[in-house]
Nanobody, 115 residues
Framework: QVQLVESGGGLVQPGGSLRLSCAASGSISKINVMAWYRQAPGKQRELVAIITSGGSTHYEDSVKGRFTISRDNAKNTVSLQMDSLKPEDTAVYYC?????????WGQGTQVTVSS
């Protein structure tokens, strides 16, 4: 069973950038769709971005043009480059498959955008 570990979060000022990484304990090459999700305080977890095994991507409207998802099947990693960050991007970010597998949820990584 694959375990996913997220890292790279932190405190950043509005307009800043962060790069999140998700390391899988096993191979992700046969997983068609990998995704990043986030959960802000008091809100439900939401899908942020997906990437297929072929490299096709899709983004939630509020992050289009600011976030970029990528995957490296050889290294079993999925990344999320986040630019032009806004306070409303503050959340705990998680990676998982899409649709998500409950057993794959990790601890997430906290992203806080504040001046």
């Amino acid at each position: 069973q694959v375990q996913l570990v997220e890292s790279g979060g932190g405190l950043v000022q509005p307009g800043g950038s962060l790069r999140l990484s998700c390391a899988a304990s096993g191979s992700i090459s046969k997983i068609n769709v990998m995704a990043w999700y986030r959960q802000a305080p008091g809100k439900q977890r939401e899908l942020v971005a997906i990437i297929t095994s072929g490299g096709s991507t899709h983004y939630e409207d509020s992050v289009k043009g600011r976030f970029t998802i990528s995957r490296d099947n050889a290294k079993n990693t999925v990344s999320l480059q986040m630019d032009s960050l806004k306070p409303e991007d503050t959340a705990v970010y998680y990676c998982n498959t899409a649709p998500p597998v409950s057993a794959f949820w990790g601890q997430g990584t906290q992203v806080t955008v504040s001046s």
